[in-house]
């Protein structure tokens, strides 16, 4: 078994371990209020709107050791494909970005040389997951920007390290549900704000689980380039709605769910396969992370991305993704290219569902804090 699945499993059972304390007191209900999930996606909107002239620009962070695919891959890929923004990955160090659970990427613009460029500072900053979430290059870094005056945007747990550059303090934040306990117990003068997809407070912006930066990422588009850039973007990618009414509710441990996930954890040791997603220049990055995002955490599967000649490949958003020559003894996963991003999600998630059964997909869904499309598996 692999260093990197090792990884994975001691992550997962250090959810569990945070997620369970702290997970006992219930809930409000959500809101039902459509008009005022409608002035809240206004205010987040009007927040988040340029503040200085000329094409604002956006960094995307890194860290090179680890980070979340989705978080980084998806901001990145819709804000370059909206055209809005100048947008740069950055990272402490060029070279090599480890994304987990799957997937390298190279990154050209390390923290320094971005200074060097950008004297003033980013518009925006959007802050994905990273492991470990109190790297001193890149906490130190992200306040300094902020200090310059850039909108700090955290994605998932991104908002641990949003914490540990003292950005959360005394502000209002959202992250993902098995952080709450954690974040409280850091940052007792932040307040926690549940049933909200994503949120903005004096200068910084957050938002729930893995699944939230898709609608972040548009939210954002909209601010810069407006609602019908965002609309024919969101269409594109097959998002309906990308407002930020979000029912927490049902994100959350109870003791059914601790139980199937240590089982779950049990029964597959030594028992997952590795699996390969097709990749070429043009690949959809966006479609790419969600697929790879979901079946790594089923706890069942490796994901590579493969390629039949070279080690590297340019996705659509410009980024170089590394890659492996294809095994013989690898099966493909399966990635239809006639779906928008999402509903290759939802395909995926149904075929997660029914090779490895319900509780298992529903763990999935519950790690990317996706509520998931209702009737999915019979239309896509």
């Known amino acids: ?34 008009a005022l999930s409608d002035r809240q996606a206004q205010a987040f909107v009007d927040a988040l709107k340029p503040r200085r002239a000329g094409k604002p620009v956006v960094a995307i962070l890194a860290l090179n050791d680890r980070t979340e695919t989705t978080d980084f891959l998806l901001p990145h890929a819709v804000l370059q494909r909206a055209g809005v923004a100048e ?24 923290l320094a040389g971005f200074d060097a460029a950008h004297p003033g500072g980013a518009d925006y900053v959007v802050v994905p997951a990273m492991e470990p979430d109190n790297d001193a290059a890149v906490t130190g870094w992200l306040r300094r920007q902020a200090e310059k005056g850039a909108v700090v945007v955290s994605v998932c747990r991104g908002a641990r390290v949003v914490g540990q550059a003292g950005l959360l303090d005394g502000r209002h934040y959202t992250g993902h549900w098995s952080d709450r306990s954690l974040l409280a117990e850091r940052h007792p003068g932040a307040i926690h704000v549940p049933h909200r997809r994503y949120l903005f407070d004096r200068g910084v912006a957050s938002a ?9 990422a548009l939210a954002l588009v909209q601010a810069i380039g407006g609602r019908e850039k965002a609309q024919a973007l969101a269409a594109e990618i097959g998002v309906a709605d990308w407002g930020p009414k979000h029912d927490s509710t049902g994100f959350q441990l109870d003791a059914r769910r601790r139980f199937d996930y240590l089982l779950n954890k049990a029964t597959a040791l030594g028992r997952h396969e590795r699996r390969r997603l097709a990749v070429r220049d043009g690949s959809d990055d966006i479609a790419l992370a969600l697929v790879a995002d979901a079946w790594s955490r089923s706890g069942r599967v490796e994901v590579d991305a493969a390629l039949p000649t070279g080690d590297r490949v340019t996705l659509r958003s410009g980024l170089v993704l590394r890659a492996t020559p294809p095994a013989a003894n690898v099966a493909p996963l399966p990635l239809d290219a006639s779906l928008k991003p999402m509903q290759q999600l939802d395909r995926t998630l149904c075929e997660i569902r029914d090779r490895f059964g319900a509780s298992r997909h ?10 998931g499309t209702a009737a999915a598996c019979g239309q896509v």
């Open 1 to 34: 078994m692999s260093k990197r699945w090792w990884a994975w499993i001691g992550a997962g059972i250090a959810v569990l371990a945070v997620a369970g304390c702290g997970q006992s007191a219930p809930l409000p209900p959500a809101p039902t209020d459509d």
């Open 87 to 110: 947008v740069q990955a950055v990272a402490p160090r060029r070279g090599t970005v480890t994304l987990y659970p799957a997937f390298q990427v190279e990154v050209t613009q390390d």
């Open 208 to 216: 729930t689980g893995i699944s939230a930066s898709v609608p972040t």
């Open 362 to 371: 529903e763990w999935v869904l519950l790690e990317m804090e996706y509520a």
